[in-house]
């Protein structure tokens, strides 16, 4: 009998080994069973932080005045003013705007820069570290009888990265549109 029960142990193993060496995943896969059901909805997440606004890389000035001085050797009109927010890399990857009211801040008249007008002009030159512009009348900032201010001038700077990522459907001549689309104050 107990040579029995070893053959029948040997047999039972050789089975077995047999069995398992002839399984194998050659075979095609079968149709795929049917959708389980959804689950009850989850809890509510974590409010995340509150993101930087549209015009967090944006830098733009607050409406300046400006004092035209004659530049005798070209006989224009010049002004300039110290930006450091200008720097090689926005002159060569960024856009910097400059905009001219030529009204009062309660009615706006604002034009973007160059501006030709009849035989007036406004033009610009950008450096690094500033902006100067130039114009054939003098410009200056003018204050009226009732306290208001009309010529001051505003400059916005897109750096690079940030230009790159603005809607190619703004117009950049139109200050209306950029204020909006940047959500400048004033």
């Known amino acids: 009998m107990k040579r029995i029960s ?8 050789f089975s077995l080994m047999v069995g398992m060496a002839s399984c194998g995943k050659d075979g095609d ?3 795929a069973g049917p959708a389980g059901e959804n689950g009850s909805k989850g809890d509510k997440g974590d409010k995340g932080d509150k993101g930087d606004a549209g015009s967090a890389n944006i830098i733009y000035s607050e409406w300046l005045e400006t004092q035209f001085a004659l530049d005798t050797a070209s006989g224009e009109y010049e002004w300039g003013v110290e930006v450091p927010e200008i720097t090689s890399e926005v002159l060569n990857t ?3 705007k ?4 030529l009204y009062l801040a309660t009615d706006p008249l604002i034009s973007s ?3 030709v007008e009849g035989s007036l002009y406004i033009r610009d030159l950008l450096t ?5 512009l ?3 009348a ?3 900032t003018q204050t009226n009888s009732s306290g208001q201010k009309r010529f001051l001038v505003r400059y916005v700077i897109i750096p690079g990265a940030a230009a790159g990522r603005v809607s190619k459907g703004i117009n950049w001549d139109n200050y209306a549109e950029v204020k909006a689309y940047f959500g400048l104050k004033n």
């Open 98 to 101: 400059i905009y001219f009211n």
């Open 6 to 13: 070893s053959f029948f142990f040997v047999a039972v193993m």
């Open 29 to 31: 896969v079968g149709p």
């Open 113 to 115: 820069v160059p501006y």
């Open 94 to 96: 960024g856009l910097v």
């Open 138 to 140: 003098n410009v200056s």
């Open 134 to 136: 130039l114009s054939n």
């Open 128 to 132: 690094e570290g500033g902006l100067i």
